[in-house]
């Protein structure tokens, strides 16, 4: 079994402030995690994803997370926030191996960026 | 490269009313393929995923059905459409069991 808790629904940011969207995951073997983006009325765009190699992965548009194994935590930061990063963003967690053949979604944090 | 085509990208439909929406991909081979709801509020749902032609996994009981025809087309489907069958549908690919999936457009449809 696997889930993705996502702590706040809504976050609000300045611009050119730091960007913190917080994800913890339960599964019950080795997980694969990943962050997506979707901009309204759009599909989700993958960020980045975390597959058991390196704990801190760098995704596009100056993302990054940190897989935390001990604090089952996956959160997303960009130093300083853009007007363009305004959107949702969604956490998820797969089985690795093969075991689990979908991904599992958060709720999704929406992200606001004041100018 | 791959490409997810996903129609139509809006549609508004009266209760009791059939749907039928289409999902192909290209450039690629047996994908993993699957239908999701999104909600306000409530993330994705999984409705259906299918690991090969003519097998599809439903994840929730529910008013729709899914159809894999060809290796690459994905069709999610309804006889008669409820008032809580509105949402946004998304279609979805990947390459191996628990991997990344990408993602199509959308669709927005609501039921009236």
């Known amino acids: 079994a696997q889930s993705v808790t996502q702590l706040g629904s809504h976050v609000s940011v300045s611009e050119g402030a730091l960007v913190l969207l917080r994800c913890n995951y339960s599964?019950?073997?080795?997980?694969?995690l990943f962050w997506y983006v979707q901009y309204p009325n759009q599909g989700l765009q993958l960020l980045l994803k975390?597959?058991?190699?390196?704990?801190l992965v760098k995704g596009i548009n100056g993302f990054e997370a940190e897989f935390k194994k001990s604090e089952t935590s996956f959160h997303l930061t960009k130093p300083s926030a853009h007007m363009s990063d305004a959107a949702e963003y969604f956490c998820?967690?797969?089985?690795?191996?093969?075991?689990?053949?979908?991904?599992?979604f958060g709720k999704g944090t929406l992200l606001t960026v004041n100018p | 490269s791959q490409t997810i085509h996903q129609w139509p990208a809006t549609l508004v439909q009266p209760v009791g009313s059939p749907l039928s929406l289409e999902c192909t991909v290209e450039?690629?081979?047996?994908?993993?393929l699957y239908w999701y709801r999104q909600a306000a509020g409530r993330g994705l749902q999984l409705l259906f995923y299918?690991?090969?032609?003519?097998?599809i996994s439903s994840e929730v009981p529910q008013n729709l059905s899914a159809s894999r025809p060809q290796d690459r087309q994905f069709i999610l489907s309804s006889k008669k459409l409820l008032l809580s069958d509105s949402g946004f549908y998304l279609c979805?690919?990947?390459?191996?069991?628990?991997?990344?999936?990408?993602f199509g457009q959308g669709t927005r449809l609501t039921v009236v």
């Open positions: 450039g690629t081979s047996n994908p993993n």
């Open positions: 599964s019950s073997v080795p997980p694969y």
């Open positions: 975390y597959t058991s190699a390196a704990t």
């Open positions: 998820a967690v797969s089985g690795s191996g093969g075991s689990n053949y979908k991904l599992t």
């Open positions: 299918s690991v090969g032609i003519g097998q």
């Open positions: 979805a690919w990947s390459v191996l069991t628990g991997t990344e999936a990408f």
